[in-house]
């Protein structure tokens, strides 16, 4: 629930209340995640994406790097500074991605991700964090089927198993 105090004419005057106490908008503000939670969950979406299409499923590859480029918008807001840099990364490594999970085409996919992967290391040397560089596990996550959605059956394990 958000009110506004009474006496409150300013907007960082504005407070949210919970039923674990009260805050100001600005504190709220605060809190929302910078760059360090944003890329952790850039790096996993990257991950899930490379996986999804490498298992058939193109859907999940699209839903995951829909959610990477989600994050990218949220630290837009949050770290404004980054904008460009995001945007510039987008057009130029995620839209080829993007464009090849629409046409189903893992060599066009492949590439174009590990592109994406050396595009990481330029912008990640260019904010200053040269010791950051993305790497692809080797196993593939387990907690969602990675396989066609056609194929999927529950029950069995090896059913469920990614092809
Ligand atoms: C798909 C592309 C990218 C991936 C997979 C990726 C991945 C990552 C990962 C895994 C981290 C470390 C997070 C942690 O555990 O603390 C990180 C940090 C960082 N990345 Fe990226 N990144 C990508 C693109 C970019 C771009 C385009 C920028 C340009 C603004 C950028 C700027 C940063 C910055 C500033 C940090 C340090 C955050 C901090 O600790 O404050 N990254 N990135």
Redesign the pocket.
């Known amino acids: 629930m958000i009110r506004k105090h009474r006496e409150a004419d300013s907007v960082s005057e504005i407070r949210a209340k919970t039923r674990h106490g009260e805050m100001t908008i600005d504190q709220l503000a605060e809190i929302q995640p ?7 969950e ?6 899930h994406t490379y996986y999804a299409a490498k298992g058939g499923n193109w859907k999940l590859a699209a839903h995951h790097l829909n959610q ?1 480029r989600a994050s ?1 918008r949220t ?1 837009k807001t949050t ?1 404004p500074k ?1 904008a460009e ?2 945007d ?3 057009k130029e ?2 839209l080829p991605i993007f464009e090849s999970i629409r046409d189903q085409d893992w060599s066009r996919f492949e590439a174009a991700f590990r592109k ?2 050396d ?2 290391d ?3 040397d ?4 040269p010791h ?1 560089r ?1 790497l692809l596990p080797k196993d593939p996550p387990s907690n969602l089927y990675l396989g066609p959605p056609e194929e999927f059956k529950r029950g069995s394990r090896a059913a469920e198993k990614t092809p």
């Open positions: 910078g760059m360090a939670a944003l890329m952790k850039a790096g996993d979406r990257f991950t990477l990218f630290a770290r980054f840099d995001l510039a990364y987008d490594y995620l994406g992967e595009g990481s330029v912008y990640h260019k904010r200053g964090y950051i993305y």
